[in-house]
């Protein structure tokens, strides 16, 4: 009998740093001290404070660049990085780090936003906790998956991958660990930084399903 | 009063399972709040709402309030105005007079708390008692007010008390300071279920507006807070004069006053004879009862206002916009985290701004009703009482754990 699957959930505090940018030079700098659990914060915020919206915005560094300092194609650059394809916060920092270097090096002159609409610098804390769900199969799990909140969801897709630096996220790596090795490939292909998490929901619901037996 | 289970109806269940998970963590702790004020102002507002429902939750958590006469507080109303970058002089002996009101209350307060989570600059001394009886209990201090630009030497005096406390709580990203301990971000909020926002009859509505002599068939226009320079009700009334050229209006400047907040009634007189007996605009001193009035005035308006020159957070704005309200406000303080300009509200800098966007939004109802339906659920996922608890309770949490991950097993 293989090992049931334990639903969690995931809350978060907000902690202020007292680092704040002006301009792209003084957010690369602000880059490169800050904790890597505000890089992951500044990335992933969106994800769960907007999840009634469409997918956009993805950052809060791209969404500064863009909407306040009107840097189009730098906020662009910083929009499109693909997420989903680093290991971890260490590597993702190094890619805008890369980018804004490439910035800031083709000497252009300094933008700075209007007074009162710095970029201040977050981190998070979060705080984990076990639901009283538990799933012995497929079938169950898409019960379960229906009904428990999105802030459940979002910690075994992003926190679990990205925060805590598991090679997969949770629900992949339960899906192996039964046999569902097809199932786990196709989940492991969606890339879930580009819809709502009540679209992501609806998706895995509709992939697993295929999968259920009675 | 509600019961913590009645916010299902507005949040779902699986919020509210999600606090009663987290206040199971805190069995056998004592949570003692500590501010100034028992009633008038956002503060007590929230603490009346908030103490219940946590105490339904299983958390043991008490309110106690410190004394002070009328010296003392328009002492801190002084440090309140220098902290919102107001010129104003604070001598020596004020400072002294401010420690020994805290001195006073320190002696006089029964600490029993585990966690002691003490509001605003008023009682922020009584950090001098964290050391005696051997220490061991668990101090936050929590500051509701705009901290973007204090007055250096009162900020560097306060300093030296917050930075006694385990960790410092702010309402907004920009009022973040230099500080050598933790300092964590949490908006407050608003109760959907209490009288100033829960839904009303028409006839109740429209009794109120007949008790004050508004018009229900003509624009409304309304700004409601304390009457207050920094909340700029001078600056309202130029605007809806601005804006009475063009579009037939009435304004409501409607508002009570707060115990520890001797200025309101010199800013009132101000602010009626400004008015000038126009008889359209209704400058309403409301008594400290008057959420069901307010709501009311809320709900009847066309427009409603928030001109404020600095906010801590704009506890009034939330409270419109949950209404489904159209918004025009100022970006200062919390103000710009409830409105995104042009999406779920207006924000302006001035006060021609504001009278330019005014006459849109009456001459555009539709565009002004998308502005206000948008607001409404932005205030439903980031701005409720649940929301609020759920933000205390990890703070609580997190006082007795270190690090960024926690598991609560």
């Not at chain 1, 490439?102 to 710095?118: D, F, L, M, T």
């Not at chain 2, 002696?107 to 008692?129: C, M, R």
Request: charged fraction near 25%; charge should be negative.
């Amino acid at each position: 009998m293989s090992e049931p699957f334990y639903f969690y959930t995931q809350s978060r505090l907000v902690k202020l740093l007292g680092i704040k940018a002006r301009n792209p030079l003084e957010l690369l700098e602000g880059l490169k001290k800050v904790p890597l659990s505000s890089i992951y914060y500044h990335t992933h915020r969106f994800l769960q404070q907007h999840h009634y919206l469409s997918p956009e915005p993805p950052n809060d560094f791209a969404y500064w660049l863009r909407n306040i300092l009107n840097l189009d194609e730098l906020g662009e650059a910083i929009a499109s990085v693909n997420i989903i394809s680093f290991r971890n916060m260490e590597e993702l920092r190094k890619e805008f780090i890369k980018i804004l270097d490439g910035y800031i090096s083709k000497g252009k002159p300094a933008v700075y936003c209007p007074e009162g609409q710095e970029f201040h610098f977050m981190s998070c804390a979060t705080f984990v906790l076990p639901k009283n769900y538990i799933a012995h199969n497929l079938k169950e799990f898409v019960e379960i998956l229906n009904k428990v909140s999105i802030n459940s969801l979002y910690f075994h897709i992003f926190e679990a991958k990205m925060r805590l630096e598991k090679e997969e996220n949770d629900f992949t790596a339960w899906f192996k660990g039964i046999g569902e090795e097809k199932l786990a490939e196709e989940l492991s292909r969606l890339d879930p930084y580009t819809i709502t998490l009540e679209g992501l929901r609806q998706r895995i619901i509709r992939t697993v399903r295929k999968y259920a037996r009675d | 009063m509600p019961e913590i289970r009645d916010y299902t109806s507005v949040v779902g269940q699986g919020v509210v399972d999600e606090l009663y998970l987290l206040a199971e963590r805190l069995k056998g702790k004592v949570v003692q709040n500590i501010n100034s004020t028992p009633v008038g102002g956002g503060v007590a507002e929230i603490l009346t709402r908030m103490v219940p429902l946590l105490r339904q939750l299983g958390v043991d958590t008490r309110w106690d309030v410190i004394k002070g006469d009328e010296k003392f507080f328009s002492i801190t109303k002084k440090m309140h105005n220098a902290l919102h970058g107001v010129n104003v002089e604070i001598t020596p002996q004020d400072l002294e007079y401010f420690l020994r009101i805290n001195q006073e209350n320190a002696e006089e307060i029964n600490f029993a708390g585990d966690i002691i989570f003490v509001h605003d600059p008023q009682p922020v001394a009584l950090i001098e008692k964290k050391f005696t009886n051997g220490g061991g209990k668990k101090w936050a201090w929590r500051c509701h007010i705009d901290f973007t630009e204090p007055n250096p030497e009162i900020m560097n005096f306060l300093k030296s008390y917050i930075e006694k406390y385990d960790c410092a709580v702010f309402s907004a990203p920009a009022f973040a300071r230099d500080l050598s301990i933790s300092q964590m971000l949490i908006s407050p909020s608003i109760d959907p279920l209490s009288d100033k926002n829960k839904e009303l009859p028409e006839e109740t509505v429209n009794s109120v507006l007949e008790q004050f002599g508004i018009e229900k068939e003509r624009l409304i226009v309304t700004q409601i807070s304390r009457f207050d320079y920094l909340k700029d009700p001078l600056g309202v009334i130029e605007v809806y004069k601005k804006v009475k050229e063009y579009t037939d209006c009435q304004l409501v400047l409607a508002g009570g006053g707060a115990t520890d907040d001797p200025e309101g009634i010199k800013v009132l007189e101000e602010v009626k004879s400004a008015a000038a007996n126009d008889p359209d605009i209704h400058i309403l001193f409301l008594p400290p009862a008057s959420d069901i009035e307010i709501n009311a005035l809320q709900r009847a308006s066309t427009v409603v206002l928030q001109k404020s020159l600095k906010e801590g957070f704009g506890l009034t704005v939330a409270e419109a916009l949950w209404k489904g309200k159209p918004v025009i406000a100022s970006s200062v303080g919390g103000i710009p985290l409830q409105i995104t300009h042009k999406y779920s509200g207006i924000l302006t800098y001035t006060i021609d701004g504001t009278a330019h966007y005014l006459k849109q939004l009456l001459n555009e109802p539709d565009y002004a009703k998308k502005l206000g339906e948008n607001g409404r659920e932005h205030i439903r996922n980031n701005f409720l009482i649940t929301r609020h608890i759920r933000d205390y309770l990890l703070l609580f949490l997190s006082l007795y754990s270190e690090g960024d991950v926690f598991y609560l097993g």
